[in-house]
Nanobody, 120 residues
Framework: QVLLVESGGGLVQAGGSRRLSCTVS????????MGWYRQAPGKQRELVAV???????NYADSVKGRVTISRDNAKNTVYLQMNSLKPEDTAVYYC??????????????WGQGTQVTVSS
């Protein structure tokens, strides 16, 4: 079983920074893409950033220049450094990872979500 545990959410003032972490644990063969989605109240879940196992990254236009995604493959951990936060960044942030268990195809695993609230 694969488990994703996020941390780092909380309350931050507009203009501030926050760093989210997500660690994958359990029994698995390898991890592919890792990334972050977010869901604000009344809105659909949207991609924030993704990084491949090779280190390539992709960002939503709304966060480009303010957010950096990185990963530590040795620790099975992905990070999301968020700077210059805005009230519209308020959301539950979900970590995901494409994980291969044994010889099975890669499948998506999700964390439980961590709340980030940006006050104006």
């Amino acid at each position: 079983q694969v488990l994703l545990v996020e941390s780092g959410g909380g309350l931050v003032q507009a203009g501030g920074s926050r760093r989210l972490s997500c660690t994958v644990s359990g029994s698995f063969f390898s991890i592919g893409d890792m990334g972050w989605y977010r869901q604000a109240p009344g809105k659909q879940r949207e991609l924030v950033a993704v990084t491949t196992s090779g280190g390539s990254t992709n960002y939503a236009d709304s966060v480009k220049g303010r957010v950096t995604i990185s990963r530590d493959n040795a620790k099975n951990t992905v990070y999301l450094q968020m700077n210059s936060l805005k009230p519209e960044d308020t959301a539950v942030y979900y970590c995901y990872a494409r994980v291969r268990v044994g010889l099975r195809p890669y499948s998506d695993s999700w964390g439980q979500g961590t709340q980030v609230t940006v006050s104006s």
